[in-house]
């Protein structure tokens, strides 16, 4: 008898343990399918020289042959002759290998993470989904398959990833899924259009709406005109003052009278500005050494791994493009063809307002507009949260658009207003897969122009150049035709003259082709000058990274495809060069100690570079944050005023600091003595040497740039070993390498146009998304120290490369 109950509880404690080390608890993995050696994570190991030089494909859904080559950086350039041949072949390619990074973030943008990790994203989950994300996808899919084009693109694509899924089997799964515990599920073209929401919302989902409301509240219109004003004293707009116009502009709706009254009432209670940004530009071939244009591009994003951004070349009967697209996107984003190249930046313009909202009772299920109660929709969203009861959440919508907070909570972010209904161009249909599948195929301006018709969200600033010798900018998108300033401050949703009166038409949209000083750029600045006859926007980025690349390009001749990788990686900062001599000077009469000494000595030889080894930059981005704090924050910070504000711009910050040593805004009303501009000076500079001072020991090589700035390079579950932590790198935010310590260039082109078109890029990361591969982090190096890669772009399938020397084939039906 005991020996049976021996029996039974060594195999009650076995099938515990089997069903423990094989089941995902909480944070903690499944060890025993991890550690497996048959179908953990062992398997996802790939050797130096695994990949098939020879290979065929064994597609089912081919209709014709596809081939595809790969170069030795791992770029698969496919060829195709028709076009669902093409995208079958790129998405399946992309999926291959980039599998889990494009489906966890549609996951992301779906407000589905719970159901992967459990209750810990459950806020996550609700808020992406009241912030309208997959209510915008459906609507833009809606208009995506009503187009037989994009129809085909898109069933395609979703057709190749579904062919490689099916192939997995326990054992090759990609990592993730083995630590996650979870399986792929079949992908659809619905997915395709989150990811592109889910870039809408990471480049047009600030708002500064609430804490604008906030500031006019308290401080009143006089003083919120002047501290924060519609246009900078220094600006360097995309199209530059006086460009003329050729469109005869509309008529601007008229500024309500109730406006003023409205704003000033509002005393209502947030998200950190993202480090986002991006720097495009192209010169004519007039300044060109090739006598052709010059075209680069280096969008600004979070530096990840797997890389935000995957390179391919697409090849078919009316299509030979190259370049990188966003794994889970068909079709090019940003890239070249033959005869042109284009790139992005983000345009920050005004897209996003919230509406005040008026409900009849407590029941919210009607609201206050236009003289009438309007009924509320309500949509319950079904979360399903792993290892907990499915969770229902019922959203509120208005004809603006979803209530974000309907009841007093903590909001996932703190600067969403509650019971507030929120209008974003990103809940609108459009079709930008049609827009970027008719630039893959431009091959002249008229063309380019024709296929900005069709974009969306987010705008974007898309530069452009071709071998006819043409160059443009146009900051695109579907842009709300406004009174000025409509959506600086939160909107009066009962009154229907705040909602929005139509929009800008597209030919009206700020653009320059060709301009005299020979050359376009942009770097998330003003779109255009006072000029512009249109409201986009009051606040865009700081103006001294557009300045000093237009300050560089207009000094620029015989300009090669290297002067504009130069000009990617300057690291001047025009902002040190203007502000570090009056800060030294409000210190020079004061009681100076030791260390201090040392530092201004150090600060007074430094030439304003970012590079990796100075002292300069780790010293003087401590110092002028700490003052810029201890000006505002007293007056603007949250913690002091129990309000979410925002502080001033730079440009606002330096004016005070170089011409109105006397503003009462710099003394700290936090304390009974009243503060002047060099004691917070000198109280900003102690704070800078003190802290460095505790972190690296005295002043020496150790204070160096890049120890203090630190880029670090994440995978996208922050798993530790998985990632580059310490990239030793120069750059920083407002400089043209805007390499901070979690954002940069996620990409760097350059193109030269002319009968041959050559083109050099880099991005910090690899191809693979498999962290077991050599190509997973390979190119990072190249990155790092500022150098492209030439880009192999083959004319046809049988072209001898001796970069190119592997061949995929796959035959048709």
Request: charged fraction near 20%; glycine fraction near 8%.
């Amino acid at each position: 008898m005991i020996s049976w109950i021996k029996a039974l509880l060594t195999l009650a404690v076995s099938l515990t343990l089997v069903w423990t080390l094989n089941t995902k608890h909480g944070d903690v993995p499944p060890f025993g399918k991890l550690l497996s050696p048959y179908r953990g994570f062992w398997q996802n190991g790939e050797a130096p020289g695994a990949f098939p030089a020879e290979q065929t494909l064994g597609l089912p859904g081919l209709q014709q042959p596809v081939t595809v080559r790969y170069d030795d950086r791992r770029v698969p350039h496919v060829f195709a002759q028709n076009d669902p041949d093409l995208y079958f072949a790129q998405g399946y390619l992309t999926a291959r290998d980039r599998l889990w990074q494009m489906e966890f973030q549609t996951h992301v943008a779906a407000g589905r993470l719970a159901e992967i990790v459990g209750p810990a994203r459950l806020e996550t989950d609700r808020f992406f989904r009241r912030m309208g994300l997959p209510f915008g996808a459906a609507n833009s899919l809606k208009v995506m398959l009503a187009n037989p084009t994009t129809r085909t693109v898109l069933e395609s694509y979703s057709a190749g990833v579904n062919a490689y899924i099916s192939q997995l089997t326990p054992a090759t799964l990609p990592f993730e899924y083995k630590l996650l515990d979870y399986q792929p599920e079949p992908w659809q073209p619905l997915k395709c259009a989150l990811l592109l929401k889910f870039m809408a919302w990471d480049l047009s989902g600030r708002t500064d709406d609430l804490r604008m409301s906030n500031i006019l509240g308290k401080y009143g219109p006089a003083v919120t005109k002047d501290l924060f004003p519609d246009y900078p004293t220094r600006e360097d707009p995309i199209v530059p003052v006086g460009t003329p116009l050729d469109f005869k502009p509309l008529p601007t709706p008229a500024v309500p009278k109730s406006f003023a009254a409205a704003q000033a009432a509002n005393q209502l209670r947030t998200e950190p500005d993202a480090e986002l940004g991006s720097n495009n530009f192209a010169v004519s071939g007039a300044k060109s050494a090739s006598g052709y244009p010059l075209l680069a591009n280096d969008p600004h994003l979070q530096l990840n791994l797997p890389s935000i951004w995957y390179q391919i070349q697409l090849s078919a009967p009316g299509v030979n493009v190259y370049g990188v697209t966003i794994p889970g996107a068909p079709t090019v984003i940003i890239g070249f063809n033959e005869n042109t190249a284009w790139g992005v930046t983000n345009v920050a313009a005004d897209v996003l307002d919230f509406y005040q909202l008026k409900f009849r009772d407590n029941t919210q299920r009607e609201y206050w507009h236009d003289g009438r109660w309007k009924p509320v929709r309500r949509v319950v969203e079904h979360i399903k949260v792993r290892g907990r009861p499915d969770r229902l959440d019922t959203v509120l919508y208005t004809h603006h658009g979803p209530v974000v907070y309907d009841k007093p909570e903590k909001p996932f972010l703190a600067q969403m207003p509650i019971a507030h209904a929120m209008r974003w161009t990103a809940h609108d249909g459009a079709n930008e897969v049609l827009a970027f599948y008719e630039l893959n195929r431009a091959r002249s301006y008229p063309d380019y122009t024709a296929a900005l018709v069709h974009y969306g969200s987010p705008a974007q600033n898309f530069i452009f150049a071709d071998n006819q010798k043409d160059i443009a900018i146009w900051p695109n998108g579907r842009f709300p035709l406004k009174w000025r300033d409509q959506g600086k401050f939160i909107l009066d949703g009962t009154d229907p003259a705040h909602d929005w009166q139509g929009w800008i038409p597209a030919a009206h949209n700020p653009h320059v082709k060709n301009p005299a000083r020979g050359f376009v750029s942009s770097a998330n600045q003003f779109s255009a000058g006072p000029d512009y006859p249109y409201y986009l926007h009051w606040n865009y980025a700081n103006y001294e990274r557009g300045h000093r690349i237009n300050e560089r390009l207009a000094a620029m001749s015989q300009v090669t495809p290297d002067s504009l990788r130069q000009l990617q990686n300057d690291v001047l900062d025009l902002n040190a060069q203007l502000i570090l001599p009056k800060m030294l000077a409000l210190v020079s009469g004061a009681a100076i100690r030791p260390a201090e000494a040392q530092v201004l000595a150090e600060l007074r030889r430094w030439p304003y570079l970012y590079t990796a080894d100075a002292i300069g930059p780790s010293v003087f981005s401590l110092w002028y944050a700490d003052l810029v704090k201890r000006l505002w924050d007293d007056d603007f910070g949250a913690k002091v005023t129990g309000l979410e504000m925002r502080y001033p711009s730079r440009d606002r910050t330096n004016n005070l600091i170089l011409q109105e040593p006397h503003s009462p805004w710099i003394d700290d009303r936090r304390t009974p003595a009243k503060e002047t501009l060099p004691q917070l000076a000198l109280q900003s500079l102690r704070f800078a040497t003190d802290s460095l001072t505790r972190k690296f020991g005295a002043l020496g090589p150790k204070w160096r740039w890049a120890n203090q700035k630190s880029t670090d390079i994440l995978h996208l579950l922050q798993l530790p070993g998985f990632g580059q932590l310490d990239v030793d790198c120069g750059g920083g935010a407002g400089i043209v390498n805007a390499t901070s310590e979690r954002n940069g260039p996620s990409w760097r082109m350059v193109v030269a146009l002319g009968p041959q078109v050559r083109a050099y890029g880099v991005y910090p990361g690899g191809q693979s998304g498999n962290p077991g591969s050599p190509f997973y982090n390979n190119m990072l190096e190249t990155w790092r120290v500022g150098q492209l890669d030439e880009l192999v772009f083959l004319r046809s399938a049988t072209e001898a490369n001796p970069r190119a020397t592997t061949a995929w084939k796959q035959q048709g039906k």
